[in-house]
């Protein structure tokens, strides 16, 4: 995988540094390859792997990027339709998103970040990392509330992420 900056600034270059050693230091799923660096960006998965320079923080910079990968592993997946029909029966949009669609891939992307993380990191980050700003607190609460039940939804489908 290559790492890029956008504008090779200092800060992109710091978060680029800390992602080489997060990779280093943790087994963490990776399905694209390559991912962009650019400073006031907000995080995305698509086209390209793209994280912002909004915090240094290495444990939140872990959990966005292990969020942007899975959206590459939920996309490539052949059983999403499925899934997403699915959930779409079980579960109703809290409202947090505009889209159905995007809400029911979230359940997919939300739970297995958290999972993934739980192996990765101490209970002690998981929780400081979940008390950091979310872009979705409505979901997190959501998958939290309902970890075991979404769990068992994702495993009909092959959608629980096992490394």
């Given amino acids: 995988m290559e790492i890029i900056t956008k504008n090779d600034c200092l800060d992109e270059l710091e978060i680029k540094e800390i992602l080489e050693g997060l990779i280093e230091k943790y087994e963490i799923p990776v ?4 991912v962009l660096i650019e400073k006031g960006v907000v995080p995305h ?11 240094c923080d290495p444990l939140v910079i872990l959990k966005t ?6 959206h590459w592993f939920e996309a490539g997946h052949p059983r999403l339709d499925e899934a997403m029909g699915y959930l779409g029966i079980k ?3 809290k409202g947090e998103f505009d889209e159905n669609r995007s809400f029911y891939i979230h359940i997919i992307v939300c739970f297995n970040t958290r999972n993934i993380l ?3 990191v101490s209970k002690e980050d998981l929780e400081y990392i979940y008390k950091q700003w979310q872009p979705y607190p409505l979901m997190e609460d959501f998958i939290v509330e309902n970890f075991d039940e979404v769990e068992g939804d994702l495993r ?3 959608m629980v992420y096992l490394n």
């Fill in 31 to 34: 399905f694209t390859e390559d």
């Fill in 45 to 55: 998965s698509h086209p390209v792997l793209t994280l912002g320079t909004r915090t």
């Fill in 65 to 70: 990027f292990i969020h942007e990968q899975l």
């Fill in 91 to 93: 579960y109703k949009n």
């Fill in 118 to 120: 739980k192996k990765l």
């Fill in 156 to 158: 009909k489908f092959e």
